[in-house]
């Protein structure tokens, strides 16, 4: 640990992460690349995520609006970079660590309704701003720093509450407890043949003009910053020289922690605090750059889907891969197949040459059909097949029909049928309390979500994988294999090797005489990490090299 100072008693700091100019610039993982570089520093971190928009939380938001929901193990369903954060830090997010416009007023609302403001006019300043300040100083936990990032980009209307907290917080709490990193982007233009830096200026001046001085600054580029461009961002938007850290493009999400200390952004937050810098050990993530650099093979996978056009749907999913690509030290090249084309014929075209497949989560009946056809395509061609949530239902859809003769096979997700196979989850245990929904219940919130136990059976293929009978998992589902064909499902060949405590809920499906046939109700991804790969994607990766020498 680094030596204690006067100023390290002061516990917990706060970073603020902002954004300029436009989106997608990489707050999140610049977030998660500093929480990683903070802790090789032998600092304890916590990172949370704030989002302007006015969805309670992104569950109901498609994921060609937002990319992926993120599920945490008590159950939130949460922004995408929350997934970045556990996966490069290790610690796991918990509800406290996302909020949004639309949970801020639902507390406020719930708040005026009982009359806990005594008749008070509620305002946006001081009650949206009190909430988001309480928000971000509460269950911070023992940690050394907790990292903050926004969402969106300044000068954004619906952000303007969370900026002014923000400001408000600077002046409670003092610069030696706070620190504001503002996120922008230098574009190169190519006709004048230069990287221009008055976007940056006007960002800051617009972050200025709300009363926040950013103290560091993360331009990001796609060429090396000049010298004489550092100093003029630094003159005009009065911050120092050191503090203008360039953020160029990187081979790999797992290169930005090391090249973020390269150009000394961690050297230069513990500077703000007056701590006095230990060095860094980032032995393991040069371990990982350099797996991922230097690959022994290569495998390819078919991801069967329906939001295949948009990657970041699919964000967790894509890193387990590249995980089990680490734990096997193979690259993984992904091919992204829409179910959705499948429905329209056979699909052995667009698989042929694939080493494996995987069909991942989803919802409604669009691309179904696509689905189960890729699940044939893999049982029938001995090819390692990985179906996860609906990718499990639809691999056990597939062989009710084909396997075990139930020709209706299907799920009521897609509408009434006489051979449920799949149907909505009713009732269900979460700690000591009975959840039960129906049909009509609101769709936000209401799925079985978070982490659950499982028993797996003991001379199974997912035993073997995980090294253990009990595991949990995390979940997010509101259909469920009916267990009442589970008898007729495993004398055709399919067996249930997962079951829930009470043996109730189905959760794991394999095929013994398969070289690698694997369903699971839960999304294993979500817990996958660089430094630890599940097991189940390992494995999944291990198979599929083995099945890239055979073809």
């Given at each position: 640990?680094p ?17 300029g ?16 570089l ?134 409670e ?24 830096t008055?976007?940056?200026q ?31 961002i630094a ?85 387990a ?17 829409e ?19 995987l ?16 699940a ?15 990718g ?9 029909r ?45 799925m ?48 249930f ?6 043996g ?12 690698w ?13 660089p430094?630890?790969?599940?097991p ?16």
């Open positions: 640990m030596q204690e100072k006067t100023s390290d008693k002061i516990r917990p700091r706060y970073v603020f992460i902002t954004g100019v436009v989106s997608s610039l990489g707050k999140g993982l610049a977030s998660a690349s500093l929480g990683a903070l802790q090789a520093r032998g600092y304890k971190v916590r990172l949370r995520k704030l989002d302007p928009y006015l969805n309670v939380d992104p569950g109901t938001m498609s994921p060609y609006q937002h990319g992926e929901c993120y599920v945490t193990d008590d159950g939130a369903e949460t922004d995408l970079d929350l997934g970045h954060y556990e996966r490069f830090t290790g610690v796991s997010a918990h509800q406290s660590d996302n909020i949004t416009t639309g949970r801020i007023y639902s507390n406020i609302i719930e708040k005026e309704r009982r009359g806990d403001y005594l008749g008070a006019t509620v305002q946006v300043i001081p009650h949206v701003t009190n909430e988001l300040k309480d928000f971000i100083v509460s269950d911070a936990g023992d940690v050394d720093f907790v990292l903050c990032e926004v969402g969106g980009t300044v000068g954004d209307i619906e952000g303007l509450p969370f900026f002014e907290a923000l400001r408000q917080l600077g002046q709490l003092g610069r030696e407890q706070v620190l504001f990193m503002h996120v922008t982007l230098l574009p190169y233009i190519a006709a004048a043949g230069e990287v221009k008055k976007p940056t006007h960002s800051v001046k617009e972050l200025r003009s709300i009363g926040i001085q950013p103290d560091i600054l993360l331009c990001r580029a796609d060429r090396e910053i000049s010298q004489s461009d550092i100093s003029k003159r005009f938007c009065n911050v120092k020289e050191s503090a203008v850290i360039q953020g160029l493009d990187a081979r790999s999400i797992y290169d930005v922690p090391l090249a973020y200390h390269k150009e000394g952004m961690d050297t230069e937050v513990l500077r703000h605090f007056r701590l006095e810098p230990a060095e860094a050990d980032l032995s393991r993530w040069e371990d990982i750059s350099e797996t991922l650099a230097n690959p022994d093979g290569a495998v390819n996978i078919a991801v069967v889907g329906k939001y295949t056009v948009l990657p970041d749907a699919y964000k967790s999913l894509t890193e891969l590249v995980h089990g690509g680490i734990a096997n030290n193979v690259k993984v090249n992904i091919k992204w197949i179910s959705e084309a499948f429905s329209k014929g056979e699909c052995g075209d667009a698989l042929k040459g694939m080493h494996g497949v069909v991942p989560g989803g919802f409604g009946a669009r691309g179904s059909e696509g689905k189960i056809l890729a044939k395509y893999a049982r029938e061609h001995a090819v390692p097949y990985f179906g996860i949530c609906f499990m239902q639809m691999a056990v859809v597939e062989a009710a084909n396997l075990a003769g139930l020709e209706g096979a299907s799920s009521t997700e897609f509408g009434t049928t006489d051979t449920p196979v799949v149907g909505l989850m009713t009732e269900w245990v979460q700690g000591n309390q009975k959840q039960t929904r129906s049909k009509d219940t609101d769709l936000g919130g209401t079985r979500l978070g982490s659950y136990p499982a028993v797996l059976a003991k001379d199974s293929l997912v035993a073997k994988m995980y090294g253990t009978q009990n595991i949990n998992e995390r979940h997010r589902h509101r259909y469920e294999v009916n267990v009442a064909y589970k008898d007729s499902l495993e004398a055709a060949g399919l067996k090797s997962g079951m829930s405590p009470d109730v809920l189905p959760e794991i499906v394999e095929i013994p005489d398969h070289p046939f694997i369903g699971v109700q839960y999304h294993p991804e979500l817990k996958s990490r430094f630890e790969p599940h189940l994607f390992a494995g999944f990766v291990a198979a599929a090299l083995k099945q890239s020498r055979l073809v």
